[in-house]
C-alpha cells in the first residue's frame, strides 16, 4: 500500500492500481491510498526459456498468470514454476479470461492469422520474435502486436534520440547485439539493428551481408542463427553497419552514431554523447534494464499503462529480407531490386 497526501483537484492516471479516497469532503488535504493489484501476463514460450520469463517476472508489477509451450513437459513444469494456468494451444492463451497483456516469447509462433486475431483483442499483445512467414512487408507497421525489447523504444532512447537530433548531420551508424541462452533470435536481434538504421538514417541503396555459425538456407521462412554482419550506403553518402549474433552469451546492445556533432554511443545501461573536440556532454543519466527478460517487463508494464512503444515499418523488413538474401548469394544487393522482387 502506498499513502500520499493529495489536494482537491489534482490528476492522476495509473495503471492496474485501485484507488480509494480517505478523508472528508470539506476543502484541505485529502489522503490517497493506493493497494497495488498486479498485471496478470499471459505467456506463450519456449522450454528454454525459463530464466528469461524468471528475469521478467521478477517483479511485483507482473504476474505470469497463463503459460503456453508446444513441449507439454516444460509447459507443466514452467507453469508450476510461476503457479500459472497450462495452456497447449497459443490461440486459447490469447483468449484467456482476466488476463491484462499477452506475450508470444517464443520464436516461430507469430504468423498472419495469429496476427489478426491478436488485432481483435481487447488486451495488447507483444511478441519477441518476428514474423515467421518470411517477407510480408503489410504485417508491420500495425498496432495488432508490440515488438518487443525495441532498442529504439526502450528506456535509453528518449535521452539519445535529443542527443541525436543535435549531431546534424549523420555520417555513420554502427549497430551491434548479442545474446544467448536462449533470450531471442538472431532474426529478432537483425530486425531490431535494422528498426533504429532506417530510423536515424533512411533507407540504404546497397548491403552486403555475411553470416556465418549457423545453417542458411534460400528459404526465407527459414529460421537463421548464428552470427551476422553487413555494411550498407545511402544515397547522401551515410554508410551503417550490423553485427548481430544470437551465440554471444551475455545480452548487449549498442549503436553507435557519428555526425557532424560528434558521436552518440547509446546502450541499454544509458547514452553517451561526445562532441568533436572530445568533450563530453551531458545526456541524462537512465535506470539499467540491460537482460532481454529485465527489458521485457520493462516493455510489458508499459503496454500495461496503455502506452505502445514504436513498431518497425515495411521498410524494416524490406531491409532485412534484403540483408538476409545478400547473405545467400554473397553478392551486393539493391534494395530497391528486392522491393520490385516482390510487387
Same mark, same amino acid.
Given at each position: ?48 526459456? $525459463?530464466? $528469461? !520469463? ?15 509451450? &508446444? ?21 486459447? !492463451? ?49 498496432? &495488432?502486436?508490440?515488438?518487443?525489447? $525495441? ?76 552470427? !551476422? ?6 544515397? &547522401? ?65 508499459? $503496454? ?13 523488413? !524490406? ?25
Amino acid at each position: 500500500m502506498v499513502t500520499a497526501p493529495l489536494r482537491r483537484g489534482t490528476e492522476f492516471g495509473l495503471c492496474s492500481w485501485t484507488i480509494t479516497w480517505h478523508g472528508p469532503a470539506s476543502a484541505g488535504p485529502l489522503l490517497l491510498v493506493v493497494y497495488h493489484r498486479l498485471m496478470r501476463c499471459a505467456v506463450w514460450a519456449a522450454p528454454e526459456q $525459463l530464466q $528469461l !520469463l524468471q528475469r521478467a517476472f521478477d517483479t511485483d508489477a507482473l504476474t505470469c498468470a497463463v503459460l503456453g509451450c &508446444n513441449d507439454p513437459a516444460a509447459r507443466d513444469s514452467m507453469a508450476a514454476a510461476f503457479q500459472a494456468e497450462p495452456v497447449d494451444d497459443v490461440r486459447q !492463451l490469447l483468449l484467456s479470461p482476466s488476463i491484462d497483456a499477452a506475450w508470444l516469447a517464443a520464436p516461430g509462433v507469430l504468423d498472419a492469422d495469429i496476427d489478426a486475431m491478436a488485432g481483435d483483442l481487447p488486451v495488447p499483445v507483444a511478441t519477441s520474435a518476428p514474423f515467421v512467414e518470411g517477407f510480408q512487408p503489410d504485417l508491420y507497421g500495425k498496432d &495488432n502486436v508490440h515488438f518487443i525489447p $525495441l532498442l529504439r523504444g526502450g528506456p535509453t532512447w528518449l535521452a539519445a534520440s535529443g542527443c541525436i537530433e543535435l549531431l546534424g548531420d549523420v555520417h555513420c551508424i554502427q549497430v551491434s547485439a548479442t545474446a544467448g541462452d536462449h533470450q531471442t533470435s538472431l532474426r529478432a536481434l537483425l530486425l531490431d539493428a535494422a528498426d533504429l538504421v532506417v530510423h536515424v538514417a533512411g533507407m540504404p541503396e546497397e548491403v552486403f551481408a555475411a553470416q556465418s555459425g549457423g545453417p542458411m538456407t534460400p528459404d526465407p521462412t527459414d529460421g537463421i542463427a548464428g552470427h !551476422l554482419t553487413s555494411t550498407m550506403r545511402f544515397a &547522401n553518402g551515410c554508410t551503417a553497419s550490423i553485427t548481430v549474433s544470437d551465440g554471444g552469451g551475455s545480452w548487449v546492445r549498442r549503436a553507435t552514431v557519428l555526425g557532424t556533432g560528434g558521436r552518440v554511443m547509446v546502450t541499454d545501461e544509458g547514452v553517451s554523447w561526445t562532441d568533436p573536440d572530445g568533450e563530453a556532454q551531458e545526456a541524462p543519466p537512465t535506470e539499467s534494464h540491460a537482460t532481454a527478460g529485465a527489458l521485457s517487463q520493462w516493455h510489458l508494464c508499459r $503496454l500495461g499503462d496503455h502506452k505502445p512503444d514504436p513498431q518497425p515499418s515495411p521498410d524494416v523488413a !524490406l531491409l532485412c529480407e534484403t540483408l538476409r538474401l545478400s547473405c545467400v548469394t554473397g553478392q551486393v544487393e539493391q534494395v530497391d531490386h528486392v522491393a520490385r522482387m516482390f510487387t
